[in-house]
C-alpha cells in the first residue's frame, strides 16, 4: 500500500461547537492508482486528504505513507517526507510574486537542489506540463489551466511518489477540467505516481479514477473500484485543443 | 518667470550664508534616520514577524510572547516622544557612552523606529493569504524558508510601503533631536530661523523637507509598485 490511514479521527472546534470532522476512518490506497475520495462539501474529505501528508495532524490513529508512519516523525523527516508528497489546490495556491520558473524552482530549492540541477529539472518540468514558454510570466499574466499546470509542475518538481490533489479542478471550467485530468491521468501512467483527488464532482471522479471512497459525515461510506474511461466521459480528451501550449509537450524522459 | 528667480535669489540669498551649516544639518538627519532604518530592518522585521506568527490561529500561536511583544510595542508607541527621549537618557548613555549628540540622539529614535515598523510588518503580513503558507508546509518548508521564500515574498510590496511610510515619519521625529544635540535639519531651522527670527531660513528649511519626503514617497510608491506582481 502507498497509503495507509489507520482508524484516524479529527476534533474541530471547542465546548458546544466541537464536531467530529473525521471519525475513525482506515483508508488503503494501492500503489500505482488513482484513488477519488467523494463527498458533499463537510463531509471531511479535504480534512482526511489533509492527512495524508498531515497537514492535518489527526487526535488518533496513525498515517503511513511510503512504508514511512508520518504521525511518528519528528519535525525535520515530517519535512523531509512531505518532499516525495506533492500537492496541488483548488486556489492553486502559487507564489504570485515569483514567475512560473521561481514556483516551479521552489521546492527543489527548499530541498537544497544545487542550482545547475535545478535549472535542469524545471526546464523538463515545465516541458512536461506544456508551459515553457510561460517560464518568465507570473501567475497572474495566465489562465486559470495553466495555473494549476504550474501547481502540477511544482508538485512533481521533487519527482514525489504519491500526488495529492484537493479540488484540483473545481474552479475550472469542463474544457480545462478535461485537459487538467489529461495531464493527471499522463503522470499517473508515465511516472507511475500514486494520485489521491478530492471531488465533490462525480464525473471527474468517473473520468479518472480507479477506486473512489465516499465519505459522508466525517465517516468512510463505502469504497469501490471504478472503470475510468467507461461510457460517456472518454472522449473529453480528444477535445481539449484549444489554448496556446495546452496540451503539447509530454514528451517527458525521467 | 524671471522676476519670480530675481525675488526669490533675494529672498534667499541670506540663506546660502548657511551653506555649511545646512548641508551639516542634512548630514545629520541622514545619519539619525538611516541608522532608526537599519534598526527597523534587523530588529522590526523580525518583531513584526514574530508578531505575525505568535498570533492566535497563526502557524506559531503563543499567547504569551504575543502579549508581552504586542504591550512592549505599544508602551513605546504611546510615549510622547519628547518624554520618550529624556526618559532613555541612561540607557542611550550605556549604548553609545554619551546622550549628547547624533548618534546618541539615534537611539531613541532607534527604538521607535523598531515598535512602528514592526506594526507594519505585521500588518503587511497579515494581508498574505494564509493557503501560501499551507502550500509552503506541504512543499516540506523550514519555519525559516517559509518566512524568507513564502511571507516576506508575497509581502515585499507591503512591506516596502511600510518602510516608506516608516522613514516618513523617522524624519519627523529627528526634527525634534536637537534637544538632545542630535542636530539635523529640524534643529536648524529652529535655532537659526525661529530664534534668531530669520524667516527665510524657516522657510528654506521646510522646503527641503518637502522635496526629501516627496523624493521618498515617490520612491517607496514606485518600488513597491514594481515589486508586486499579484495583479496584472
Redesign the interface.
Known amino acids: 500500500m502507498m497509503i495507509s490511514l489507520q482508524e484516524v479521527s479529527k476534533c474541530f472546534g471547542s465546548g458546544t461547537d466541537r464536531y467530529q470532522a473525521i471519525d475513525a476512518v482506515s483508508l488503503d490506497i494501492k500503489e500505482g492508482s488513482i484513488h477519488g475520495i467523494i463527498g458533499t462539501s463537510g463531509a471531511g474529505k479535504s480534512t482526511l486528504l489533509r492527512m495524508m501528508?498531515l497537514?492535518e495532524k489527526p487526535d488518533s490513529g496513525k498515517v503511513i505513507v511510503n512504508g514511512q508512519e508520518l504521525t511518528a516523525l519528528g519535525g525535520?523527516e515530517?519535512?523531509?517526507?512531505?518532499?516525495s508528497?506533492g500537492?496541488i489546490?483548488q486556489?492553486f495556491?502559487?507564489?504570485?510574486?515569483?514567475t512560473v520558473w521561481g514556483n516551479v524552482s521552489?521546492?527543489l530549492?527548499?530541498?537544497k537542489v544545487p542550482k545547475a540541477e535545478r535549472a535542469s529539472r524545471v526546464q523538463q518540468v515545465l516541458r512536461f506540463v506544456g508551459l515553457e514558454d510561460k517560464a518568465k510570466s507570473?501567475?497572474?499574466?495566465l489562465s486559470g489551466g495553466q495555473k494549476q499546470r504550474v501547481a502540477i509542475g511544482?508538485a512533481l518538481a521533487?519527482s514525489p511518489t504519491v500526488l495529492?490533489c484537493d479540488e484540483p479542478t473545481s474552479s475550472l471550467d469542463p474544457q480545462t477540467t478535461a485537459d487538467i485530468l489529461d495531464v493527471l491521468r499522463h503522470i499517473n501512467r508515465t511516472l507511475r505516481v500514486t494520485i489521491v483527488i478530492v471531488s465533490h464532482e462525480m464525473n471527474v471522479v468517473n473520468e479518472i479514477c480507479d477506486y473512489v471512497s465516499v465519505i459522508d459525515h466525517g465517516r468512510l461510506i463505502r469504497t469501490y473500484r471504478n472503470h475510468p474511461g467507461d461510457g460517456e466521459a472518454a472522449p473529453m480528451s480528444e477535445t481539449s485543443t484549444d489554448g496556446a501550449g495546452e496540451t503539447r509537450g509530454f514528451g517527458y524522459h525521467e | 518667470m524671471n522676476d519670480i528667480i530675481h525675488y526669490m535669489n533675494d529672498y534667499f540669498a541670506h540663506v546660502f550664508q548657511y551653506q555649511h551649516e545646512i548641508w551639516r544639518a542634512i548630514g545629520e538627519t541622514f545619519i539619525m534616520v538611516g541608522i532608526s532604518i537599519a534598526a527597523a530592518i534587523i530588529l522590526g522585521l523580525p518583531v513584526g514577524t514574530l508578531l505575525f506568527l505568535c498570533r492566535k490561529g497563526q502557524q506559531y500561536e503563543n499567547r504569551l510572547l504575543f502579549s508581552i511583544l504586542n504591550v512592549l510595542v505599544n508602551i513605546i508607541r504611546s510615549f510622547p516622544f519628547l518624554l520618550l527621549v529624556v526618559i532613555m537618557i541612561p540607557v542611550t548613555r550605556w549604548i553609545v557612552g554619551t546622550s549628547l549628540g547624533t548618534l546618541a540622539a539615534a537611539v531613541p529614535l532607534s527604538v521607535v523606529a523598531v515598535a512602528y515598523y514592526s506594526r507594519l510588518v505585521e500588518q503587511s503580513l497579515l494581508e498574505v493569504?494564509k493557503?501560501?503558507m499551507?502550500?509552503a508546509?506541504?512543499?516540506?518548508?523550514?519555519t525559516i524558508?517559509m518566512i524568507f521564500?513564502?511571507l516576506y515574498?508575497?509581502a515585499?510590496?507591503g512591506l516596502t510601503l511600510g518602510l516608506t511610510t516608516s522613514t516618513i515619519s523617522f524624519i519627523s521625529y529627528s526634527t525634534v533631536m536637537g534637544i538632545v544635540g542630535g542636530g539635523g535639519v529640524g534643529d536648524f531651522a529652529i535655532r537659526y530661523g525661529y530664534q534668531r527670527f530669520e524667516e527665510e531660513i524657516m522657510t528654506f528649511t521646510v522646503i527641503i523637507m518637502i522635496i526629501l519626503v516627496q523624493s521618498i514617497q515617490y520612491g517607496g510608491s514606485l518600488a513597491s509598485r514594481l515589486?508586486?506582481?499579484?495583479?496584472?
Not at chain 1, 515530517?78 to 518532499?83: D, P, T
Not at chain 2, 515589486?227 to 496584472?232: A, G, P
Open positions: 501528508n497537514l525535520r515530517l519535512r523531509e517526507a512531505r518532499r508528497i500537492m489546490f486556489l495556491q502559487l507564489v504570485s510574486n515569483r521552489m521546492p530549492e527548499l530541498a507570473y501567475p497572474a499574466q511544482r521533487n495529492l | 493569504p493557503e501560501v499551507e502550500a508546509a506541504s512543499m516540506g518548508a523550514s524558508q521564500k513564502f515574498v508575497e515585499r510590496s515589486l508586486d506582481k499579484r495583479k496584472v
